[in-house]
């Protein structure tokens, strides 16, 4: 493999732009070198390798997306808390990611039905309902089987649960604007945190008068062409639905 020093600083160009939009649409100018010479899609592969990132490549648009481990871009939690000072602890941050996490199964569906996310959304209440059936159903099997459904889902199933059902479902307080109250104290509150992450990344729209989340095509082609590659995604889509659709009763 023979990179010139041109094509190297081509990649790099490419890298720090992917870096900083997260993605960026093929017809942008700055990609031109990526698509017309090896030396610099072999550069940028070496970039995104030695950064435990990944190039995804969609027919309109470019994303880079860090890996599941490793990578040196990855949110970790002191990064999280950083951004939202009111979560001090790890708690909120893995129940978080079970929202985002609940907000992607629920629109993982054939292409040929996205179109009604794509146009309605999801309803921050929704979600909601969907965490308590998980939560109430997941901490009830837990307790069952001493401990062991957590350790073989990797999930602080116990911890999750007891937050959820100590906090209020939406808040008294309403803005002048009808904004949202991004805050841990409510589920709504929670959520919209959650949602948040996702728009700051060009995924989603949030209709805040509504509460509710609209997936973007991106969204759409993340995960088809980078979250259905891991294992874990797979294991905890399945594990979403399977209780989502096996029914319950919510959290009181």
């Excluded at 190039?55 to 997306?65: A, F, K, N, P, S």
């Excluded at 985002?100 to 146009?119: C, K, M, Q, T």
Aim: proline share 2%; aromatic share 10%; hydrophobic share 40%.
């Amino acid at each position: 493999m023979s990179i010139s020093t041109q094509q190297l600083q081509d990649a790099a160009k490419i890298f720090f732009l992917l870096l900083n939009r997260r993605i960026v649409l093929t017809n942008d100018p700055i990609l031109s070198p990526y698509f017309e010479e090896d030396g610099v899609r072999d550069a940028l592969k070496v970039l995104a390798e030695e950064s435990r990132t990944r190039i995804i490549q969609t027919t309109d648009r470019i994303h880079l997306v860090a890996r599941p481990e490793g990578s040196i871009f990855a949110t970790s939690f002191t990064q999280f808390k950083k951004k939202y000072s009111d979560v001090e602890n790890k708690k909120y941050f893995y129940l978080i990611n079970l929202i985002v996490f609940v907000f992607l199964a629920e629109i993982d569906i054939p292409s040929s039905s996205n179109l009604r996310w794509e146009h309605a959304g999801v309803s921050y209440f929704l979600l909601e309902k969907n965490l308590n059936q998980l939560l109430h159903e997941w901490n009830k099997e837990n307790k069952e089987t001493e401990g062991k459904f957590s350790e073989a889902y990797g999930l602080a199933v116990t911890d999750m649960a007891d937050i959820w059902s100590s906090m209020a479902v939406d808040s008294d307080h309403e803005t002048a604007d009808e904004r949202i109250m991004v805050t841990k104290k409510t589920h709504i509150g929670l959520i919209h945190m959650a949602m948040r992450l996702l728009r700051d990344e060009g995924l989603v729209f949030i209709v805040e008068d509504e509460k509710r989340v609209i997936p973007k095509m991106e969204l759409f082609e993340r995960i088809e062409e980078g979250y259905h590659q891991q294992a874990r995604y797979e294991e905890m889509r399945v594990l979403i639905m399977s209780t989502l659709n096996a029914g319950g009763e919510p959290i009181a």
